[in-house]
């Protein structure tokens, strides 16, 4: 089993509709949950990070965490042409090492 | 503010040849790392060093060895390249505090034939 789990896509949703992404983790005493935006070419970059039960809200972007079911998920609002991009969840499995999924692939349509 | 920058940005190998990829960061973090991305298969640890004077294999380490010359820069060597090593490298920093998130350089493409 990996020790994170993506659908890699690729999700397709028309502008302004929310993009829901999800992913799941192996090890139960993961403590931390990032998000990561990668443009095709380019190199990832963090979006959201999320550390206890619950939502945290960024602008457009929602994380939901769930560690009792083992599940970090992040929701885009009003989806944009911009938003195109592959979504990576990464996992903290030690202080200093992170395990990252495969990624979702996301395509807006205008 | 550079950031985290990686050397070269594309290289192309014959299989045996040997080659370093450079990385630097200036904002005095104490972690460094290195991936690579294959289509299909995310990011994977290579190295990692949580402090200078201190390095660590992660998940795919066979055919690389690291050198984290000083608080700023961390390479990665290959030493007799093979086509499986052809592949996307970040090299990425962090503060080096719990559960802090990474900043990734721009990456090397990497071809090996």
């Known amino acids: 089993q990996k020790e994170v789990e993506q659908n890699s896509g690729p999700l397709s949703v028309p502008e302004g509709a929310i993009a829901s992404l999800n992913c799941t983790y192996s090890?139960?005493?993961?403590?931390?949950f990032f998000w990561y935006r990668q443009y095709s070419g380019k190199s990832p970059e963090l979006i959201m990070f999320i550390y206890s039960n619950g939502d945290k809200e960024d602008g457009r972007f929602t994380a939901q965490l769930n560690k009792a079911s083992q599940y970090v998920s992040l929701l885009i609002r009003d989806s944009q042409p911009s938003d195109s991009a592959t979504y990576l969840c990464?996992?903290?499995?030690?202080?200093?090492?992170?395990?990252f999924g495969a990624g979702t692939t996301v395509t807006v349509r205008a | 503010n550079a950031g985290v920058t990686q050397t070269p940005k594309f290289q192309v190998l014959k299989t045996g040849q040997s080659m370093t990829l450079q990385c630097a960061q200036d904002m005095n973090h104490n972690s460094m790392y290195w991936y690579r991305q294959d289509p299909g298969m995310g990011l994977r640890l290579i190295y990692y060093?949580?402090?200078?004077?201190?390095?660590d294999k992660g998940e795919v380490p066979n055919g690389y060895n690291v050198s984290r010359l000083n608080k700023r820069e961390f390479s990665l060597r290959l030493e007799s390249a093979a086509p499986s090593q052809t592949s996307v490298y970040f090299c990425a920093s962090s503060p080096g505090e719990r559960y802090s998130p990474l900043h990734f350089g721009n990456g090397t493409r990497l071809t090996v034939t």
């Open positions: 990464a996992v903290n499995l030690n202080d200093y090492k992170l395990s």
């Open positions: 090890d139960r005493g993961s403590q931390s």
């Open positions: 060093s949580a402090s200078e004077g201190t390095t």
